[in-house]
């Protein structure tokens, strides 16, 4: 039983996807530490059904070497650290509903997630046996930008649960737009440890500047799947080198 691999490189961070295993007697494949763009082009135009539905509990273990774990409500550690999160959402929604919220200050609710990471933060860190930080990178520095942004540790056992908060309207629960990322790198990764993968999603209202906050659902990303979007991305300072621009004139 040999797992089809495929590989496929972008950036500097290699991205490994694993389909599903299948009796074969032929070698592992083994890729060139230097891909090249031909290699990564002809995968991408080859394999875009292999990289739809992928478990995402894999992708993490196969990017990051540590194990996503399932939740187990009947596991008494899971247990306390459900009770820490459950206690520390409802001071979190009784906080972010105050007229006098931080929020009601933002234009726009993705300004928002920020500060609903720093009060989860917060009253995690209320519960007893319970730590909440921001979590460090594979060098040692702490970075905010990247999944994912919170990392429990259950004091007692060691423990670690990652938790990522998203801001959603009312709604749009079951919408196709994209609002879950995760880019696979060596140096700033910063899943460093095997744990629960969670995501806590907190529908708002949509009225902009006076939101208020409704419920939330804690999602376990161990049965989550995710697809992969190759595309080449370019900005202004790419597209607008002076050695690339033929002419330039001002209106008259």
């Given amino acids: 039983m040999f797992p089809r691999i495929l590989?496929?490189?972008?950036?500097?961070?290699?991205?490994?996807v694993f389909t599903a295993c299948?009796?074969?007697?032929?070698?592992?494949?083994?890729?060139?530490?230097?891909?090249t763009v031909e290699g990564l082009?002809?995968?991408?135009?080859?394999?875009?059904?292999?990289?739809?539905?992928?478990?995402?509990?894999?992708?993490?273990?196969?990017?990051?070497?540590?194990?996503?774990?399932?939740?187990?409500?009947?596991?008494?550690?899971?247990a306390e650290i459900l009770t820490g999160i459950r206690r520390a959402m409802a001071q979190t929604m009784e906080h972010m509903?105050?007229?006098?919220?931080?929020?009601?200050?933002?234009?726009?609710?993705n300004e928002c997630s920020a500060h609903f990471e720093d009060a989860?933060?917060?009253?995690?860190?209320?519960?007893?046996?319970l730590k909440c930080e921001l979590p460090r990178n594979a060098e040692g520095n702490l970075q905010r930008a990247g999944?994912?942004?919170?990392?429990?540790?259950?004091?007692?056992?060691?423990?670690?649960?990652?938790?990522?908060?998203?801001?959603?309207?009312?709604?749009?629960?079951?919408?196709?737009?994209?609002?879950?990322?995760?880019?696979?790198?060596?140096e700033t990764g910063k899943i460093l440890h095997d744990g629960h993968h969670l995501l806590v999603g907190i529908?708002?209202?949509?009225?902009?500047?006076?939101?208020?906050?409704l419920r939330w659902h804690?999602?376990?990303?161990?049965?989550?799947?995710?697809r992969l979007k190759a595309e080449f991305q370019a900005d202004n300072r790419d597209i607008y080198r002076p050695e690339l621009i033929l002419e330039s004139a001002e209106a008259p």
């Fill in 203 to 213: 529908e708002h209202d949509g009225n902009t500047g006076k939101w208020q906050f």
């Fill in 147 to 186: 999944y994912p942004d919170l990392m429990i540790t259950h004091e007692a056992s060691g423990r670690v649960a990652y938790l990522d908060p998203k801001l959603v309207e009312t709604g749009s629960l079951d919408s196709s737009l994209r609002t879950f990322y995760f880019t696979p790198k060596a």
């Fill in 41 to 78: 082009v002809e995968t991408v135009l080859t394999s875009d059904s292999n990289f739809r539905d992928v478990p995402f509990a894999k992708l993490i273990e196969v990017s990051t070497e540590h194990k996503v774990v399932p939740v187990d409500p009947a596991s008494p550690v899971d």
């Fill in 120 to 129: 989860i933060l917060h009253f995690v860190n209320a519960q007893p046996g």
């Fill in 97 to 109: 509903n105050r007229p006098e919220s931080i929020t009601n200050q933002e234009r726009r609710i």
């Fill in 22 to 35: 299948e009796e074969s007697s032929a070698p592992p494949v083994v890729f060139s530490p230097e891909p």
């Fill in 218 to 226: 804690l999602v376990d990303l161990s049965g989550f799947k995710v």
């Fill in 7 to 16: 590989g496929l490189c972008l950036g500097a961070a290699p991205l490994f």
